[in-house]
């Protein structure tokens, strides 16, 4: 862990996660992008579908519920962060001990949430000591800056690629109105900045003090965003995943991939999950959403989704170069495949919203189309 210096920005870090609201694309290599995805509009008739946003969770006040923190045992508590309304979709974690640490803030809308939530289980402005985000995208780190002003003598925690973006956001912010639009203020809200003095910097590898000898072992873990770390606690053996695993549908108890542009590496992705398995964790928290304890089997099948959807798309490149076309022929093969999940529409809804087929799509063809690229990597 170093002082807040020597930023080796990279451009993914300058650009907003697409996943949400992908924008008119510019033309990818080998695909053209002729529409826009309206994937993050609240499902309508929201009261006949699960997981879906209401009316209660967009107004105004914190948007909490009693229901929106779990015990996961240990001194750690799950607090649904409830972005843009919907339930069960974004995670933080709250470390109680002796050295309060928060993972992952959610975004700038959801703070009240978070805060609110906090509050409840009893810590107050000056007790939090740390705020981690796994990365800088705006559902995991979009409320750092009111979270840090909130509770004034916590340090924020964050690989180096991501950092100066979070001191000084103005360029990420005003890239993300541009791709967002309307749904930037509804969905995300502004990202404000955090004191330089209040940032702690990681590299490859770093420490985080939970207190009376616990802490997290965090660990850079790129491929789904090259400023991605991973953390591990060394009292529990819980392995906070970001989006390096993917995205966890416990309504399914199935593992989709989170694959945007413009940042998505499969391999580096793979490498990162063979690093997170030789961590040998008791648990996995994900930050969408929730605990697995099933370790080795889930992080097989992450692996084994990678691969299935970089060959479906690479398959669909062969039949169309319209990426509109070639989306839809992914999604109808995935619908095929996936029963159980497309049987519940409010389920399909919350995670398009979240990692959206088209997003997916479009980071796969991205990284296949990149200089260099050699296609599928080995398994």
């Given amino acids: 862990m170093t002082a807040f210096m020597r930023m080796d920005l990279s451009r993914d870090a300058e650009k907003p996660h697409p996943s949400l609201v992908p924008p008119r694309p510019p033309a ?19 009261d ?35 972005m843009g309304g919907y339930e069960g979709i974004t995670a933080s974690y709250l470390i109680k001990g002796s050295k309060p640490c928060l993972v992952e803030t959610g975004t700038a809308r959801s703070a009240p949430v978070v805060l609110a939530q906090l509050a409840a289980l009893g810590i107050d402005p000056d007790d939090l000591a740390t705020i981690v985000v796994t990365h800088i995208h705006l559902d995991h780190a979009g409320g750092v800056g009111d979270l840090a002003k909130l509770f004034p003598r916590a340090q924020v925690v964050v690989h180096e690629r991501g950092a100066r973006h979070l001191a000084d956001p103005a360029k990420l912010v005003a890239s993300a109105h541009r791709v967002f639009g309307e749904a930037m203020d509804r969905l995300f809200g502004d990202l404000l900045p955090t004191p330089a003095e209040r940032l702690t910097v990681l590299g ?57 542009p413009p940042d998505f590496d ?33 992080l097989d099948e992450s692996e084994a989704q990678l691969h299935y959807w970089v060959e479906s798309v690479e398959r669909a490149r062969g039949e169309t170069e319209d990426l509109d076309h070639a989306i839809a022929l992914v999604a109808e093969r995935d619908r095929a495949g996936r029963a ?40």
């Fill in 204 to 260: 490859d590898k770093g420490t985080i003090d939970l207190g009376d000898g616990r802490s997290l072992a965090a660990f850079h873990n790129p491929g789904h965003a090259s400023h991605h770390i991973g953390l591990f606690d060394t009292l529990t053996g819980d392995l906070y995943t970001g989006d390096a695993a993917g995205v966890y549908i416990p309504e399914t108890a199935e593992v989709r991939p989170s694959t945007p």
């Fill in 266 to 298: 499969l391999v580096l992705t793979l490498n990162s999950l063979h690093r997170m398995s030789e961590a040998n964790a008791t648990r996995l928290l994900f930050s969408h959403y929730g605990p697995v304890t099933d370790v080795a089997s889930t």
């Fill in 340 to 379: 159980g999940f497309y049987a519940d529409r409010g389920v399909v809804e919350k995670y398009e919203a979240l990692s959206s087929v088209g997003a997916n799509v479009m980071g796969v063809a991205r990284w296949l189309d990149r200089p260099g690229g050699d296609g599928l990597a080995p398994r």
């Fill in 48 to 82: 006949a579908t699960a997981g879906s946003p209401s009316e209660s969770d967009e107004g105004e006040g914190s948007g909490a519920h009693a229901t929106d923190v779990v015990d996961l045992g240990n001194d750690v508590f799950m607090i649904d962060t409830r």
């Fill in 28 to 46: 990818l290599e080998g695909l053209l992008c002729a529409a826009s995805h309206r994937q993050n509009a609240p499902v309508e008739n929201a």
